[in-house]
């Protein structure tokens, strides 16, 4: 890896959410980032999180009333879910959460970087001078609509040498358009840990195609997938859901539905064997990192026509898009024959090797970001 000349970049990395322990559904993508960071000779890393397994070498920058907040945050299904779920209350944690933001963003000034995921946080940055790399994902991209929003994002970065850094390409033209005048706009894709490459698939020949669909359940996650696989579910064909039901919708009965998972279950019992991963999501995706983790495996993804899943997916080639019943059905039957279910997942992991790569590359990424903002960019081979 590549090594500073000189002493390390203290970086302050923020999230609202965070798995608390292995077993956690909930941010996977940020305990993988923070335990990748923590590997960089270059960082000395701070987090402030809600509770959940910590690197020996990470200090929690968190009080106690901090992370008491967070974790009731956390329990009660995040910002995003509150707002959603229960709108003039979310008012109260969104003030409460901007609180506590300011009270952390002050404290730890001193810091040579705030690493900041998701945009709506990093309002509270006003009058503070720290440089910022701030992670653009789908939920917080889509609030750029909401009224006023801009303007105020604009106010904030005008103060501070800033680098918004989408999770996705697919985001940077309206990004540029808002931004590139004030901060660089420079995407940068979130990793695969080495499990998903290393996981040995066998398709399953002769027998029922186990099709796999992994999410949180709610109506805008599942789109229509109940409405445009009712027909199809059959003796040869099995659809299991995976992920807490946090809509508490109606899962029809031909739908295997097994609740919440976890890495652990995925990569040992429900991957390998999978015929396909389908998302049919309406939801405002950045680029959802399960499929990313699919597609590492070798396995094929039917995917709804979204620009985060275009991002991915070489309709035909790595996957297939849907628009669609008959074209989820043309997928479905193309899929199933061996042959063009192994040639596209292999094509599917090679691409995620060439163009996503591990945490650890991201971890590089994000550490180059972190050089230019701090002006640090000698590097040793």
């Given at each position: ?247 508490n919708l109606s899962i029809p ?127 040793e081979k």
């Open positions: 890896m590549n090594s500073f000349r000189n002493k390390n970049i203290t970086v302050l990395l923020i999230s609202t959410s965070y798995p608390r322990n292995d077993q956690d559904w909930r941010a996977r993508f940020i305990a993988d980032m923070t335990e990748a960071l923590s590997r960089c000779k270059n960082i000395s890393l701070k987090t402030w999180f809600p509770p959940g397994n910590l690197s020996s070498n990470v200090i929690s920058a968190a009080l106690p009333e901090e992370s008491l907040y967070l974790e009731k945050l956390a329990a009660a299904g995040g910002i995003a879910h509150i707002l959603r779920s229960q709108k003039f209350r979310g008012i109260s944690w969104i003030l409460n959460l901007l609180k506590n933001l300011r009270a952390v963003y002050q404290r730890e000034s001193n810091a040579d970087v705030m690493h900041i995921n998701w945009l709506q946080n990093a309002i509270p940055l006003w009058g503070i001078k720290t440089p910022a790399v701030i992670t653009v994902l789908g939920t917080d991209y889509k609030l750029l609509e909401l009224p006023g929003m801009i303007p105020l994002l604009r106010m904030v970065l005008k103060q501070r040498k800033s680098i918004i850094a989408p999770n996705a390409q697919w985001m940077r033209i309206s990004l540029e358009k808002h931004f590139a005048d004030i901060a660089e706009i420079r995407p940068i894709p979130f990793g695969v840990q080495n499990r998903w490459f290393e996981i040995s698939r066998n398709f399953p020949v002769g027998i029922a195609n186990h099709w796999l669909t992994v999410s949180r359940v709610t109506a805008n996650k599942i789109g229509p997938l109940f409405e445009w696989g009712k027909n199809l579910s059959d003796e040869k064909n099995i659809l299991h859901l995976l992920g807490p039901n946090q809509e009965g031909w739908v295997s539905y097994g609740g919440a998972t976890n890495p652990s279950e995925l990569l040992e019992k429900w991957f390998p064997t999978a015929a396909g991963l389908i998302t049919l999501s309406r939801h405002d995706e950045g680029r959802p990192q399960v499929m990313l983790e699919a597609m590492a495996a070798g396995i094929p993804v039917i995917a709804s026509d979204l620009p985060a899943h275009q991002d991915v997916i070489m309709h035909g080639k790595t996957g297939w898009i849907v628009k669609s019943p008959e074209d989820f059905r043309q997928a479905l039957d193309f899929m199933s024959i061996a042959e063009n279910n192994i040639s596209m997942g292999n094509a599917a992991k090679q691409w995620i090797k060439e163009h996503i790569g591990t945490w650890e590359d991201c971890a590089r990424r994000y550490e180059s970001a972190y050089a230019d903002l701090t002006e640090r960019k000698s590097y």
